[in-house]
């Protein structure tokens, strides 16, 4: 059974901020230098940022529209409804979001443009 001595140790703002140090991040954030050098095509990318920045536009307009969303709804029984196509839609960006953070900074690089498509 828990105290509250026991749980006034248990919220999280208790926690050490040293501890909270050890975690690894998620993103590296590239420093002016190194935004530079992507930017002019001088850094370790494979392709260049302009290139980068067309395909994460080009991706979040092929999770948008591609997916034939009729199908899903006959093969699965989903109610014909904007909130059935915008769950759909969002798992598909974020299938897409899981896939590029395995390609390093290129996939960091293209995420960007990806989720801020105005």
């Not at 992507?38 to 302009?50: A, D």
């Not at 996939?107 to 990806?114: D, I, S, V, W």
């Amino acid at each position: 059974m828990f105290t509250s001595k026991t749980l006034i140790r248990l919220i999280p703002s208790r926690i050490p901020y040293r501890s909270l140090k050890l975690a690894k991040p998620n993103v590296v954030v590239p420093n002016l230098y190194d935004r530079a050098k992507y930017r002019l095509g001088l850094g370790e990318l494979r392709y260049p940022l302009t290139q980068l920045t067309a395909a994460g536009e080009n991706m979040f307009a092929v999770c948008a529209e591609y997916p034939v969303f009729e199908e899903f709804v006959d093969t699965l029984g989903l109610p014909d409804t904007f909130q059935s196509w915008f769950s759909l839609t969002t798992l598909h960006m974020w299938l897409c979001l899981v896939r590029l953070r395995q390609e390093g900074i290129e996939g960091q690089l293209l995420k960007k443009p990806f989720v801020n498509v105005s």
